[in-house]
């Protein structure tokens, strides 16, 4: 599959499904995308990697996985395991002109998704009816009943609010987000420039050009949209790539490096090390003692 999801493959405003390994296997590499996607654990665990941070899921728990986060999903044993997913483009729900913005700047800006709790467990969940709204959200779209549309359309915005009520009443003031500087649309192509031509030489000069932008304004813009520098990006992009590969495949070190566009085997080890603090000989070691 693809490391970048463009949220054009999405035949409708949202995909809801259930996700269940009697039918499809796990694991699932690490991909990003611009739409949110909620994953709700019905049956067994999973760990879910954003941005390189592992969370364990249990039955009855909600990952939020934010746009642009790069992200994989796998289990540790072959116990049969079923969750919801709901992937759908926050811009796209019918928000009122108050509530809107701070919806866009909440689930859209890079900088403020890293302060709010992701995982949210069975125990913070229990006040609120989230289950019953995934269970409705997907009936709705299995079933296709009369203004169908419409029903699943609001049950997203109740379901986005009732998350942002969980951060908001943990002490995280949302309200906040609105402050931050607004993604600048330029830089969305050379995310998916770099995803798609990270195993080639890349050129952040020539980058900034194609965005039309000078070298020292698209450093600054890519920086506050992504919390990286371009080059940074650029090697962690590699990194997770070869974190796949090194997981799903048994190719050598040398090939892993080459297909991931390191200079050489010397200058992945570094890199990988440098970002996951441990080589990727002993990442690959890890693995197999846990299969």
Not at 21 to 28: A, D, E
Not at 232 to 246: F, M, N, S, T
Request: charged share 20%; aromatic share 12%.
């Amino acid at each position: 599959m693809a490391f970048f999801e463009n949220i054009e493959t999405l035949a409708t405003p949202y995909e809801i499904f259930i996700f269940d390994t009697n039918v499809t296997t796990l694991p699932y590499p690490s991909h990003w995308h611009y739409y949110i996607e909620l994953l709700y654990l019905y049956q067994g665990n999973i760990i879910v990697e954003c941005d390189h941070v592992p969370y364990v899921l249990h039955p009855r728990d909600l990952i939020v996985i934010m746009p642009k986060s790069v992200h994989s999903i796998y289990a540790k044993n072959t116990e049969h395991i079923q969750y919801g997913v709901i992937k759908f483009n926050p811009n796209k729900l019918h928000f009122s002109n108050e509530s809107a913005p701070l919806v866009h700047s909440v689930f859209c800006c890079t900088t403020f998704q890293k302060k709010l709790p992701i995982h949210l467990n069975k125990k913070i969940l229990t006040p609120y009816p989230v289950k019953n709204i995934i269970d409705q959200l997907i009936h709705e779209l299995a079933h296709k009943e009369l203004f169908h549309d419409d029903l699943i359309d609001a049950l997203l915005r109740v379901l986005l609010v009732l998350i942002m009520r969980i951060w908001q009443n943990s002490g995280i003031d949302l309200k906040s987000a609105s402050g931050q500087k607004a993604a600048h649309p330029q830089i969305h192509y050379a995310l998916e420039y770099i995803s798609n031509h990270s195993g080639e030489p890349i050129s952040i000069p020539d980058l900034a050009r194609h965005c039309n932008m000078s070298y020292s304004t698209f450093s600054r813009h890519f920086k506050q949209q992504t919390g990286r520098s371009c080059k940074e990006y650029i090697e962690y992009v590699r990194v997770c790539k070869a974190q796949d590969l090194l997981l799903f495949t048994d190719q050598s070190l040398n090939y892993i490096a080459a297909e991931t566009g390191f200079a050489d085997c010397s200058h992945f080890i570094k890199t990988y090390k440098k970002f996951l603090g441990i080589t990727p000989a002993q990442q690959r070691k890890s693995l197999s003692s846990k299969r």
